[in-house]
């Protein structure tokens, strides 16, 4: 006989989230043990009064706190649903319906409060209107809508009356209704919610039904199988934010899934692209023998900072095997030991453009010449001379002669060499050299190489990333959203020498923010089609927000000082709505900031925002 298995609902962790620090230490340490045998004497299990569901009990923490355990009839796991005060324990265990769908065989919590308040608030679908959701009870049913709510989906009209059932449906089910709602087809959306994944393993072939309804591909949504004590240590220890333990499943497949090659997430803002990233270098890293190890890189230094102490947070021995660094640290880093080197700031950049004017005459201005050299080096990757008189400028203006080519390069030597008169260089050089050196070394530094920010790094950055790791199979894995650019020319991950062929995949739920937010940006940020890092056009990049909230409201002032007496006044409306630490004002600069800060103190709403 299989020895018990313990599985932990997102509530559970949630529920746990909220306790005291004491407490919550208390039933840290009795998860432990529950563990290790959830069928131990010392575990003291009781029926719930006035509850018909004989798979529920609740196990006791102490004198004041009790958990939920949910034991399937037929199988040998035991899951954690909830921990709270004794009644409240009860009462919380009472107001929930576990159920395994008829039709995607995964475990659904359903609170039986909310389902019925909702079954009392709606209208008889109206035969003369138009359903918002036009489609069949069994494709319905195929989606993951609990039977008992059919009536409620049948009366939904639009949008507003959708999100007022998110908290009511499983994440599966409601997920599905936003991208049918949205015209998509069918085939497309059990795609995109990921009903056609292979469930994944965790029970072996023997588990019964109810086994692996908790272990289900859309269950493991809500419901993680513990694998080890390793694993629950890391859990329990680590920040208790959902996204560690709970993804969605495309999410769960990129992270886990083996490819023949260099691989592509595209996203936009808010798809969990480095949650993925995170955890698939924790996925690698725990299949790596010998010395191999794992580079988990980003364009920006803040964010490779951040990724690295989370990593440590949610990582057992994994993170032993991971490297996590800005790039340009890590290209710095092979060149160092050659001697001192010295990156030029803005203003050296600007005084070697001005000697290379008056060294080099010709008949385009500095603005020109910037523009061109970023296109040359560091968006095509030019080396040389000849490369750059062959380079297609297809699309840029104006067009440039054979001759005026030549005159152009000469003026880049002349820039180049007044950098290297005062011992200066560029970030472009610095990776160009550390790509040099990096494939000429016996062997490869990595096995696995992660991108993250994939959008901002350059043709020379591509080359450096391509010379860390051999190519093979799960070599590269970057994610990316072109809409978020830092540059405005596109960059081509081919010029870099990485083909990812049809290896494009695509995150498509937005956690971040609510739709009307994420709409409303991204009909700002542009609808070009342009393509840009591989042959899939950025326009395809097709997301959703599951969260609904207020339309953005848009306020334009003429000048500054304005601006600044607009923003202070609406912050004073809303503290008188909201506390002040809800609020936040975003500035793209230091000085607008010292500007609002000082008008926020002389309209008296100096609280921290």
């Not at 994944?197 to 965790?202: I, S």
């Not at 692209?273 to 023998?289: D, E, F, G, P």
């Not at 980003?298 to 964010?303: A, C, E, G, H, Y």
């Not at 070697?352 to 970023?374: G, K, N």
Request: aromatic share 6%.
């Amino acid at each position: 006989m299989r020895a018990p298995q313990l599985a932990i609902s997102n509530e559970f962790l949630d529920a746990l989230g909220r306790l005291p620090k004491k407490q919550k230490k208390k039933v840290q340490e009795f998860t432990k043990k529950f563990r290790a045998d959830p069928t131990a004497a010392a575990i003291n299990y009781e029926k719930i009064h006035n509850m018909d569901d004989d798979r529920v009990r609740t196990v006791r923490i102490d004198q004041k706190y009790r958990a939920v355990v949910l034991h399937p009839d037929k199988g040998n796991i035991y899951v954690l649903m909830w921990v709270d005060n004794h009644d409240e324990a009860m009462d919380w265990a009472r107001n929930r319906r576990f159920e395994v769908h008829p039709e995607t065989n995964s475990l659904q919590v359903l609170n039986v409060e909310a389902v019925s308040q909702t079954l009392a608030a709606t209208d008889a679908p109206d035969q003369a209107s138009n359903e918002l959701i036009p489609h069949d009870d069994g494709i319905l049913l195929s989606f993951g809508i609990p039977p008992v709510l059919l009536p409620a989906i049948r009366g939904i009209r639009n949008a507003n009356e959708l999100s007022q059932l998110h908290d009511v449906l499983p994440e599966e089910a409601y997920e599905a209704l936003v991208w049918l709602a949205d015209g998509e087809s069918v085939e497309a959306v059990r795609d995109v919610v990921g009903m056609s994944l292979t469930n994944p393993a965790g029970v072996d072939e023997s588990s019964s039904e109810e086994e692996a309804s908790i272990t289900n591909v859309q269950a493991s949504r809500r419901i993680l199988h513990v694998g080890s004590a390793n694993e629950l240590e890391q859990i329990l220890d680590a920040p208790l934010e959902r996204w560690r333990v709970f993804l969605h499943p495309h999410q769960r497949q990129l992270a886990a899934q083996s490819f023949s090659g260099p691989t592509l997430v595209l996203g936009g803002a808010g798809t969990g692209k480095t949650i993925v990233a995170m955890h698939r270098a924790r996925h690698l890293a725990s299949q790596l023998a010998g010395d191999d190890r794992v580079l988990l890189t980003t364009f920006t230094k803040n964010l490779a900072e951040n990724v690295e102490a989370v990593m440590k947070t949610f990582c057992g021995d994994e993170f032993d095997r991971i490297d996590v660094k800005h790039l340009h640290e890590h290209a710095m880093s092979w060149l160092t030991p050659t001697g001192k080197v010295n990156i030029a700031t803005d203003d050296d950049v600007a005084l070697a453009w001005d000697q290379a004017a008056m060294d080099v005459p010709t008949e385009f201005d500095a603005d020109f010449l910037r523009a061109e050299w970023f296109y040359a080096f560091k968006v095509k990757g030019i080396i040389d001379r000849e490369s750059y008189l062959k380079v297609s400028r297809i699309g840029r203006v104006p067009s440039l002669s054979r001759r005026q080519r030549a005159t152009v390069w000469k003026a880049f030597e002349a820039f180049h060499e007044a950098l290297r008169c005062v011992g200066k260089v560029q970030w472009w050089d610095v990776t160009s050299r550390a790509a040099d050196l990096s494939r000429h070394c016996d062997l490869p530094a990595y096995r696995y190489v992660i991108v993250d920010e994939g959008q901002d790094l350059t043709v020379t950055d591509w080359r450096f990333v391509r010379s860390l790791v051999k190519p093979q199979r799960d070599d590269l894995f970057v994610v990316a959203d072109p809409r978020q650019r830092i540059y405005h020319q596109p960059i081509s991950l081919s010029d870099g020498g990485i083909e990812v062929a049809d290896r494009i995949h695509r995150l498509q739920i937005n956690y971040r923010t609510t739709e009307q937010i994420r709409t409303w940006a991204t009909e700002r940020s542009g609808t070009s089609g342009e393509a840009d890092l591989c042959d899939a056009s950025r326009s395809e990049i097709a997301a959703h927000s599951l969260l609904s909230g207020p339309d953005p409201e848009l306020y334009e002032s003429a000048d500054h000082e304005s601006e600044s007496k607009l923003l202070a006044n609406v912050a004073s409306e809303l503290t008188q709505k909201l506390p002040a630490e809800e609020i936040a004002i975003v500035v793209r600069a230091n000085w607008l900031l010292k500007r609002i800060k000082a008008e926020l103190k002389r309209n008296r709403t100096s609280e921290p925002l």
